[in-house]
């Protein structure tokens, strides 16, 4: 299968992909701020340089994009029809690079939250955010994730 569109046309479509202030990132500053939260961003001093950092608590919080992460099971992790060798390979190299940066996070004594962006598209998760995000806080998980199928305990 070819790409529906010419080679300029994708590659301005890839290059306004955002790396970071993604709107998924958004939502769950805000949520983090409403329960109380404060956080720094992107600390580059840290393995993987976590989307959001509290550093009092030694937690890190990455936001992934579905499709980018390779969510399993996820409606918005659908490899391309199109290239679909170069997609397996890139992605698969996403998933052993998040894996790394959680290890070496994890060796450093850090506790490591993923937020699926699923869970901030879907809107039962997304009003339950604030509370999912206190309570991984407040609990003694030292890994955790938030995706579409989170309820709250």
Known sequence: MTDIVDPATRSRMMSGIRGVDTKPE???R??????????RLHRKDLPGRPDIVLPGRQVAIFVHGCFWHVHQGCRYAKTP??????????????????????????????????????????ISVKELLPDLLKDWMEGSRTTGEIDSGSTFP
């Open 26 to 28: 958004l939502i769950v």
């Open 81 to 122: 029809a199109s290239r679909k060798e170069f997609w397996e390979v890139k992605l698969a190299a996403n998933v052993a690079r998040d894996s790394a940066k959680r290890d070496a996070l994890l060796l450093k004594g850090w506790r490591v939250l993923i937020v699926w962006e699923c869970a901030t598209r879907s």
């Open 30 to 39: 805000k949520a983090l701020f409403a329960s109380g939260f404060r956080f």
